[in-house]
């Protein structure tokens, strides 16, 4: 059984600072795209970061460009998330979801194989 658990989310005032994790099992990060997104109640669901297969390329929503950072430990099978600069609109549940296809292609449509729990940001002002 494929499974991805998020973990690192918590109550953080404005222009503080989480690191997110994701640690997958029963697939190998490498092999996949590995994606973060965010939901809030009422809202859409956003794809705010993704890794390709093997880490050649990334790519964030405009709006957390320059704040978050995504990377992996491949000896850990864990994806993270850097959230820094936090703002209350960051506010949202985080999941990571990863991809067979590898390319990120599928995560800018939300369209990825494998989904985690979430874990809950509040960021306050």
């Known amino acids: 059984d494929v499974q991805l658990q998020a973990s690192g989310g918590g109550l953080v005032q404005a222009g503080g600072s989480l690191r997110l994790s994701c640690l997958a099992s029963g697939l190998t990060f490498e092999d996949f795209a590995v994606g973060w997104f965010r939901q809030v109640p009422g809202k859409e669901r956003e794809g705010v970061s993704c890794?390709?297969?093997?880490?050649?390329?990334?790519y964030y929503a405009d709006s957390v460009k320059g704040r978050f950072t995504i990377s992996s430990d491949n000896a850990k099978n864990t994806v993270y998330l850097q959230m820094n600069s936090l703002k209350p609109d960051d506010t949202a549940v985080y999941f990571c979801?990863?991809?067979?296809?590898?390319?990120?292609?599928?995560?800018?449509?939300?369209?990825?194989?494998?989904w985690g729990k979430g874990t809950q940001v509040t960021v306050s002002s």
């Open positions: 979801a990863a991809d067979r296809w590898g390319l990120c292609g599928r995560w800018v449509v939300g369209a990825m194989d494998y």
């Open positions: 890794f390709s297969k093997r880490g050649r390329f990334t």
